[in-house]
Nanobody
């Protein structure tokens, strides 16, 4: 099994910045994509940003130009730098790690994992 430990989050005023980090307890060679999702009250969980093992990134339209996702394969971590935060960014943010399917099958474990979630609150 893979454990994800998140850090960061908190309360910030609109226009401010926060940084989220997530560490995965598995070999880098096992990890395919890493990313961040968020879920606001009464809404479905949505993708914020993800990054492939090759470094290709993907962002939700609502955060493009404001958020930056990065990955440190040596430390098995993924981070999300959030700038110019808006009240509508308020949500619980979840770290996500996807293993390579073949690796997960060989290990006999699930291929998708989630962090415990960290609250981000942006006040107006």
């Amino acid at each position: 099994q893979v454990q994800l430990v998140e850090s960061g989050g908190g309360l910030v005023q609109a226009g401010g910045s926060l940084r989220l980090s997530c560490a995965a307890s598995t070999s880098t060679l096992s990890i395919n994509a890493m990313g961040w999702y968020r879920q606001a009250p009464g809404k479905q969980r949505e993708l914020v940003a993800d990054i492939s093992s090759g470094g290709n990134t993907n962002y939700a339209d609502s955060v493009k130009g404001r958020f930056t996702i990065s990955r440190d394969n040596a430390k098995n971590t993924v981070s999300l730098q959030m700038n110019s935060l808006k009240p509508e960014d308020t949500a619980v943010y979840y770290c996500n790690v996807d293993l390579y399917i073949a690796v997960a099958q060989a290990m006999g474990v699930p291929w998708r994992y989630w962090g415990q979630g960290t609250q981000v609150t942006v006040s107006s």
